[in-house]
């Protein structure tokens, strides 16, 4: 039986601000496994938008600008987390990976001694695929910046793999994400898909899910980050905006429209991706880091068909789908950095200033 210490390691969020909200504490009190939870013993955290976002309560309504990671002016208390308000303190980090070293009175303890990969979407598991009975770890309950954690059991993935904890801790919101964006715009073999933010977390994850499924995929990225994004064979790669759309798509693919956008980054190009949607096309977004309020001309909606899907709840068969893609080598983790754990507001601050490709994680030795 492994030993586990009264108290732990943890960075923790004490309020919506800057920095000097999320705090390193030594003593923080490890929890205990209620009787469906596993205790958890973290290896590897991977950062999101959402810590960032949920830090600077970018969610409240009151925010209408791009992703900052600073402060914003006025209130978020009541709407500044992804759903609502946050009860403080908070440990925060839905990505992660580690071992189950004790569980509660109804857990199989088989489990234990198994590295699991957590899934970030809490649910009610009597009535799973309820979207008004999910939430999000780091968010409603603690999540994994910290030694320890605890879940439900059926949050906790087992997963057989030579991957490194810091290299899994880049799949699991970013790719369940992205497959969740591919399943509701129901992208097969004869799509055409364009990815804004291909060298993102969920964007790198998109390119490879989407030519998993045999998909023509067309990354856009910074320019310094083409060779990186290039590793992940989309069929074409375009600047992160071109002046041009509709001319740099013919340039490269011979076609100046798509049957797809898969988007994560919405903001004042928002229209000019609408734009080379095909009579009939699909457009599905899970994030707006370039700015959340975007202008639509209505009649490019109707004229010509479109299908628009938001995406955030994924049902839950998708888990166990990315663990076996994950287990037959089908996808591969891009990680562009890991930190300590006593050094997230570092890890953070390299995260925000996006020059990386893939994700960033904090490790917990
Ligand atoms: N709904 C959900 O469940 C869910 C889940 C995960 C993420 N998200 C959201 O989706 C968005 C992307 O997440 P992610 O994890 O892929 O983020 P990420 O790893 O930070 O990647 C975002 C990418 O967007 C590109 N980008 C384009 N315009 C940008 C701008 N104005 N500012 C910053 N980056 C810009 C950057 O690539 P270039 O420099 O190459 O252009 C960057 O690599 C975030 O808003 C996040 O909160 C939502």
């Not at 390193?24 to 496994?33: E, G, I, M, S, V």
């Not at 009597?126 to 910046?145: V, W």
Request: aromatic share 6%; proline share 5%.
């Amino acid at each position: 039986m492994a030993h586990i210490p009264q108290t732990m390691r943890a960075f923790v969020l004490h309020g919506h601000g800057d920095f000097d909200v999320l705090k390193f504490h030594d003593d923080w009190p490890t929890p205990n496994p209620s009787v469906d939870q596993v205790l958890i013993k973290v290896e590897a955290c991977g950062l999101n938008n959402t810590d960032i976002n949920t830090r600077t309560g970018w969610y409240s309504k009151s925010v209408t600008s791009a992703t900052t990671g600073g402060a914003y002016d006025g209130d978020q208390d009541s709407d500044g987390g992804w759903d609502g308000g946050i009860k403080f303190p908070r440990i925060q980090g839905g990505d992660a990976v580690g071992r189950v070293v004790a569980v509660g009175d109804n857990v199989n303890p088989s489990i234990i001694g198994k590295r699991v990969l957590v899934d970030t979407i809490t649910r009610d598991w009597d009535d799973p695929a309820n979207l008004e009975k999910t939430d999000y770890l780091g968010s409603a309950l603690d999540g994994g910046f910290a030694d320890y954690m605890v879940v439900d059991h059926r949050n906790a993935n087992p997963i057989e793999t030579n991957l490194t904890s810091a290299e899994l801790a880049t799949f699991a919101i970013a790719y369940s994400t992205a497959e969740n964006l591919l399943n509701r715009a129901q992208i097969t073999s004869r799509d055409t898909v364009l990815i804004p933010g291909a060298s993102g977390g969920v964007g790198s994850a998109l390119v490879q899910l989407a030519n998993r499924r045999g998909a023509k995929t067309i990354a856009m990225a910074s320019e310094a980050k083409h060779s990186d994004v290039a590793t992940m064979n989309p069929m074409a790669i375009l600047p992160r905006q071109p002046e041009n759309l509709g001319k740099s798509l013919i340039e490269k693919t011979g076609k100046g429209t798509v049957s797809a956008v898969i988007d994560i980054v919405g903001g004042d190009q928002f229209s000019n991706l609408i734009n080379v949607l095909e009579r009939g096309g699909r457009y599905a977004c899970s994030g707006a880091i370039a700015g959340p309020i975007v202008e639509l001309d209505l009649r490019t909606l109707y004229l010509h068909d479109l299908t628009f899907h938001g995406c955030t709840i994924f049902e839950p068969k998708v888990f166990p789908y990315l663990v076996r893609y994950i287990e037959a080598g089908e996808i591969k983790p891009m990680l562009a950095a890991s930190f300590p754990l006593e050094k997230l507001h570092d890890a953070q601050r390299a995260f925000i200033e996006k020059k990386h490709t893939g994700n960033i994680v904090v490790t917990m030795d």
